[in-house]
T-cell receptor, first 116, second 110 residues
Framework: ETGVTQTPRHLVMGMTNKKSLKCEQH?????MYWYKQSAKKPLELMFV???????ENNSVPSRFSPECPNSSHLFLHLHTLQPEDSALYLC???????????????FGPGTRLTVT | GIQVEQSPPDLILQEGANSTLRCNFS?????LQWFHQNPWGQLINLFY???GTKQNGRLSATTVATERYSLLYISSSQTTDSGVYFC????????????FGQGTRLTINP
């Protein structure tokens, strides 16, 4: 699936590092999402951006900071993470026709993050 | 909030077998998605199916919205069908978000 791309695919970082995850969608969608998938847990929504405005912050710690500079790009800035933040981070996009009523979501390949 | 339950949690089959995966949800929904997560973590869209039946090759899905369940059928399984299958439903609370089930891990042995 090349509609949604994510970089890097793998990332190892120390607890004092600062890094950023990047997502780009080539589908012309107007909503983008960050999800987290930890071992043994269901995928959890972290953030939603609709028309470049953050409309959902699902009680995520402030060490995760999203940025959506335009409708095609989404970043997740990471700083002072904890080992329990190690997970697969997935980006998705969709076309939201009416606020809060989106359609099919398409996912990127994910970034597998390890915090040491 | 809405609960999404998938069954069975694990399924091991021989190549060529057929399988049925089930997704139950606790509240009314206006759409439902089925995904296949491959061993590298990529979520691949299988079906977007608010109601009714859809077919795509060896796969088909049926959603009965009034009874709050969806079924995914895989016929003539191949080893490449192995992976985790998720269903997800949206909840609208200011912005759409998908709520995922725990997944069914399917293993197809040659």
């Amino acid at each position: 699936e090349t509609g949604v791309t994510q970089t890097p695919r793998h990332l190892v970082m120390g607890m004092t590092n600062k890094k950023s995850l990047k997502c780009e969608q080539h589908l012309g969608h107007n909503a983008m999402y960050w999800y987290k998938q930890s071992a043994k847990k269901p995928l959890e929504l972290m953030f939603v951006y609709s028309l470049e405005e953050r409309v959902e912050n699902n009680s995520v710690p402030s060490r995760f900071s999203p940025e959506c500079p335009n409708s095609s790009h989404l970043f997740l800035h990471l700083h002072t993470l904890q080992p329990e933040d190690s997970a697969l981070y997935l980006c998705a996009s969709s076309q939201e026709e009416v606020v809060g009523h989106g359609r099919e979501q398409y996912f990127g390949p994910g970034t597998r993050l390890t915090v040491t | 909030g809405i609960q999404v339950e998938q069954s069975p949690p694990d399924l091991i089959l021989q190549e060529g077998a057929n399988s049925t995966l089930r997704c139950n949800f606790s509240d009314s929904v206006n759409n439902l998605q089925w995904f296949h997560q491959n061993p590298w973590g990529q979520l691949i869209n299988l079906f977007y199916i608010p109601s009714g039946t859809k077919q795509n090759g060896r796969l088909s899905a049926t959603t009965v919205a009034t009874e709050r369940y969806s079924l995914l059928y895989i016929s003539s399984s191949q080893t490449t069908d192995s992976g985790v299958y998720f269903c997800a439903v949206p909840i609208i609370q200011g912005a759409q978000k998908l709520v995922f089930g725990q997944g069914t891990r399917l293993t197809i042995n040659p």
